[in-house]
């Protein structure tokens, strides 16, 4: 039975609330905690990456919490709710450090609270996007409502990257610190109600009952589909060189573009970056797939990427006193990782139709624990490497103006190498790792959606 536009809609509206508040921890908490409140960029960078190391075992196991799970509410709807709710709670409390705190007082604040927001996101992304293969059968229905969930994200994520610096300096009248306070309680609120209004109008279809993996069951299941660890680590390097851009370019626009307004360019910026981004997902993306396959699409995601940042290191060395000129960049870079977004998504639940096939076992919720978790995995190494830069660039945490103006040649180049060159190189290694290990082309997607068909309907006879 084919999804309505009732449930679709529904399905992309959480999308978007589920990602402005992902996008808020993944960009600002580096900055939040380093540049507003005075951590040691080390010391954060440290937290963020131990905090990854803690969901290498956390978003597996709740992967299989979520398979074992049988409620008349289904598997899936009841985790999306408790996550999104406790959630949200925890990033609130993420922003709003007691200004009492300060030193080891305040690092131990920022290690407690953001673990328990990474535990709490895991509670509801995983069950968000098992539904993806619960509720489809492959083919054109999948790869469309992968589409949509991972445009309306990409919409929660650009508003999140839009709208951030300005709202703080509007709730906080001046005051990062408690402007930021502020405007992670709305956030908080909006994915709230946004979870809220998907686990109303949708459920999942039906799935295929059979017994839940243990522990060792599912890193074998992981281990044998070599499909989606080629696709994980693809997914881990493609993040991985985007949140290193993400991570650093307000610290780009502060300290290297400058100026006293330098907040006005960076969401200038952000505005064009973010609209490119959702253009690229529901309008680039559905054009080249007329044209393109998958794979091609991908391929030329790569190269857009690339280019992109080949431009903005040039750029950077050549003319920095005009913004409009690093929308050329930025126009290649967001298009790039817009459609990159959804092909990862497209290709990752593709491999649980092949598990099934190859293992014998639909574990949508196992395979997508891995999804969730490369991406925090890939945010962690992203701010870590974020926070070296700064340590080595020596740029303060203090946010004083006259500070702002110390920012040395050398410091600059450290910060514009770092956020391009990087990159690149995550980027080149990753496509030559999917080129050479992912081969679900559509045919053998089509081709594996009728096995499972016939599969199923020999065993209900």
């Not at 951590?39 to 969901?55: E, K, N």
């Not at 110390?406 to 600059?412: F, L, W």
Request: hydrophobic share 50%.
């Amino acid at each position: 039975m084919k999804l309505s536009l009732r449930e679709k809609i529904s399905y992309g509206i959480g999308a978007v609330g589920k990602d402005m508040a992902y996008m808020l921890s993944a960009s600002y908490i580096l900055y939040y905690y380093q540049d507003i409140l005075g951590v040691s960029a080390i010391a954060m960078g440290v937290i963020l990456m131990a905090a990854r190391v803690f969901d290498a075992f956390n978003d597996p196991i709740m992967g299989i919490i979520v398979a074992k799970t049988k409620t008349k509410f289904g598997k899936f709807r009841p985790w999306l709710f408790i996550g999104t709710l406790l959630n949200s709670v925890i990033l609130y409390f993420m922003f709003s450090a007691p200004p009492a705190l300060d030193g080891k007082g305040l690092v131990a604040y920022a290690a407690v609270f953001y673990i328990i927001w990474g535990i709490t996101y895991t509670m509801m992304d995983i069950p968000y996007w098992s539904m993806i293969p619960a509720f489809t059968e492959g083919g054109s229905e999948r790869e469309n409502l992968s589409t949509l969930a991972r445009s309306c994200a990409g919409v929660g994520s650009a508003l999140i990257t839009i709208i951030t610096i300005k709202a703080v300096q509007m709730l906080g009248g001046g005051n990062e610190r408690a402007g930021f306070s502020r405007f992670a309680l709305v956030v908080a609120a909006v994915f709230l109600l946004f979870t809220l209004i998907t686990c109303l109008n949708i459920k999942e279809k039906s799935t295929v009952d059979m017994e839940s993996p243990s522990v060792k069951q599912m890193f074998t299941a992981l281990i044998q589909n070599d499909q989606a660890m080629a696709v994980v680590i693809a997914i881990v390097l493609i993040n991985g060189s985007l949140y290193i851009t993400s991570n650093l370019v307000i610290y780009f626009f502060k300290y290297d573009f400058g100026g006293k307004g330098w907040y006005d360019s960076f969401t200038l910026f952000n505005t064009f970056g973010g609209a490119i981004q959702i253009l690229s997902m529901m309008l680039f993306f559905p054009v080249l797939r007329k044209f393109l396959n998958t794979f091609q699409v991908f391929y030329l995601s790569f190269a857009s990427a690339i280019l992109g940042y080949a431009s903005l290191l040039a750029l950077s060395f050549i003319n920095m006193s005009n913004i409009y000129l690093l929308f050329i960049p930025g126009f290649f870079i967001f298009t790039a990782f817009g459609m990159l977004t959804v092909l990862t998504t497209v290709f990752l639940a593709n491999t649980v139709d092949y598990g099934e096939l190859k293992n014998n076992r639909r574990d949508e919720s196992v395979i997508f624990s891995m999804q969730t978790f490369v991406v925090k995995l890939a945010s962690g190494v992203a701010a870590l490497i974020a926070s070296i830069c700064l340590s080595v660039a020596n740029l303060s945490d203090d946010t004083e103006v006259k500070v702002v103006e110390k920012a040395a040649a050398s410091s600059v180049i450290i910060l514009r190498m770092t956020m391009t060159v990087l990159p690149i190189i995550g980027m080149i290694i990753a496509f030559f790792v999917f080129k050479s290990k992912y081969h679900l082309t559509a045919e053998k997607v089509e081709e594996m959606a009728q096995k499972i068909r016939e599969k199923r309907g020999q065993e209900s006879a």
